[in-house]
């Protein structure tokens, strides 16, 4: 009984080699492959090793870009809630928060704590779904990269994640620490 001969794949082609191109491989282990790597679209094809060290550079970049995004977030948070803070405080003669007192009793019930929650405006609200939704981008885009399993890729991504905490992560807040918040994770956003 014959099936026919369906070794030769007869008038079938793979996708990018219609024509002898190289193709994008598509790893699903560890890997250090260099040629015919793919970072995300199939028109950010790595050739060789020049190539994949440009690419390396610009996953670090977006990577410390991505670092960048998080502590202007935070940034602009702050000075929302500065903002806030000192309009709902209109018999005050400083600018500046008062320190809180020492302790845990500081951290539970410390002025900041009776600051309570306001409602944004929709500008307000909008720039920071923005940035939200920006930032949730990037760390998707990210995860994309290093599901390539590509060993250059991936430190490419703790290379520029560390340089990006290490610029924007000088400071802490001990408060947030102490009450059992970090505010940090290992989450994408």
């Not at 410390?110 to 923005?130: E, I």
């Not at 924007?168 to 970090?182: F, H, I, K, S």
Request: aromatic share 8%; proline share 3%; hydrophobic share 40%.
């Amino acid at each position: 009984m014959n099936h026919g001969d369906h070794s030769g794949h007869g008038g079938h082609s793979m996708p990018g080699m219609e024509h002898g191109m190289p193709a994008c491989s598509m790893n699903m282990l560890w890997n250090n492959q260099i040629a015919d790597t793919c970072v995300v679209f199939e028109s950010w094809h790595i050739t060789g090793p020049m190539t994949m060290a440009i690419s390396c550079i610009v996953v670090m970049a977006i990577s410390f870009g991505y670092s960048t995004l998080l502590n202007s977030i935070k940034t602009f948070d702050r000075k929302i809630a500065l903002s806030l803070y000192q309009t709902s405080q209109p018999n005050r003669r400083e600018n500046t928060i008062t320190p809180v007192q020492n302790g845990y009793n500081a951290i539970e019930g410390g002025s900041l704590a009776k600051a309570g929650v306001t409602r944004l405006s929709l500008q307000t609200r909008l720039t920071r779904a923005s940035l939200y939704a920006l930032s949730v981008g990037i760390s998707f885009w990210l995860m994309l990269v290093a599901m390539t399993y590509n060993t250059y890729l991936f430190l490419s991504i703790i290379i520029g994640a560390f340089l990006g905490h290490i610029i924007y992560e000088a400071e802490m807040d001990v408060g947030t620490v102490l009450a059992g918040g970090n505010g940090k994770g290992l989450a994408c956003h």
